[in-house]
């Protein structure tokens, strides 16, 4: 009786000293994280005229869909109300998942050579700038979302953002909300570890940016597309970005569909974090620092 | 003794050449980012492609009539951007002083901010504008009488005049702010993203708003109302004048700001 006491405390402690030994190895990029985000939420000024922006343009937008639906109603390819709430949660958490919203200051340390100093910290690159991204896309995105959630929830019928329509489609919506970031930072860690290899990151980020706007529906929602290209567009990563909780939110996807797009989710956050990492490493053994 | 004094316009011309020459000494950057500019706006044609492609037609227009309407205020906004880059940029200038060097020489202010900016990469954008505006002529069905392509011109010239006119409003408000008013941005680039459909479809408070408070519409929905045939009114051709008088009312708010001006910068 007394050794197996004693056996079971010991395992217990044994378990606590794992916790502990796994929040000492992250707490240096929660730091990180913390520290960003709070500087994030300096910035309200930019946050009141960014929070304007995107409303004119949520409702612009709806208008032009509108229009379109008015045009021939049986081409609409989803419920007009689901996609209103699409486009509010877009405007809404923009932050989250635009690909232009990138760290210029990674780019602008690769080039000038400050990275030498990050690479003397012992910290391991990569999970620090995804610390860093987090932080920075988050902290943008708590300050803009509330106010346009709030009025969108309150304009007339055809405009308005509506609720969900059962609370497991929410939990799902803000899972695959939380995949969604994750891929979409995974994918830009991709960009800042390639331009390692490139004395100018410039054509790069163009390219990149204008494939992820469209791919990941920003232009248009994928819905929208012809049938045979959304089928193929829909199993690329840039799918598993804004376009599945965007959907998942009003139920456009719903049932079997939410389990098999969120599975999509975490293979594509995988795979992507996993040739991230393995390209890091490539450009760690052979980085010239240009800088003086 | 007297010095010649030399012309505004010849002033103007030395100016750009000053700027275009500073802008040859990195050709691969030019290049890049005009090449940008060219691909940026790739997605919006994309966008609109796609979705007639699904409609097929919008509130009556047809693709063409709609690509017309969006390669002409494209052009609008990159001609603006072109020569008018130095009042977009204008709260740089009063933040950092160089304003203040502006107003010691003896020669007109707004010639001098005009010439401290010409945005050459632009050239991009206005490449896709005029490819998709080519298409848009040859497409969209129109007898292309002296009077229409006079009203095709007309329209671009008012709609530069528009933005332009924005760029110096903008300019005029950091007097008073000292920095850019980001919300500006709607006015700009909200109309450029938004202007490549004809306003009325975006209801009729939408097209009020872009008649009387900023007439974007004089140089887009009412010309083009005479120009794809809906409407026999030669007078709605002309109606693109009146856009170039928009900028009057921002150069007397800029005036305005140049007199209550106290420096700021160090």
Redesign the interface.
Known sequence: MNTLSLSFTSHTRYEVNAVKRIYNRWKKYFSFFRLRLVTGLQYRA?AL??I??QF??GF?EI??FY??K???PD?F?MRFEQFASYIWLQQAFLALFMTWLMENEIFDSIMNGNISYELCRPVDIYNMWLARSFANRMSRALLRCVPILLVAFFLPAPYAMTLPPDILSFVCFLISMLLGLTVTIAICMLVYMLSFFTV?P??LK??F??IT??FQGE??PLP???PRMQRVMELLPFASMENVPLRIYSGHISGNETVRVMTLQLVWIVILIAVGKLICRAAMKKTVVQGG | MKEKKVSGLRLYLKYISINVRSMMQYKKSFLMTAAGQFFASFNAFLGIWFLFMRFHTLAGYSFSEVLLCYSVVLMDFSLAECFGRGFDRFSSMIRTGSFDRVLTRPRNEILQVLGSSFELTRIGRMLQASVVLVYGVTHSGIDWTLLKVTTLTLMLAGGTAIFCGIFVMNAALCFFTLEGLEVVNILTDGAREYGQYPVDVYGRKIRFFCTYVIPYSLAQYYPLQFLTGRSDNALLAFLPLLALLFPLPCYWLWRFGVRKYQSSGS
């Open positions: 930019a005229a960014g304007a922006t004119v343009w612009m208008k032009l229009a379109f008015t045009s021939d081409a390819p100018s410039q054509g163009i390219v940016v204008m706007e469209l232009v248009i929208f597309f012809p």
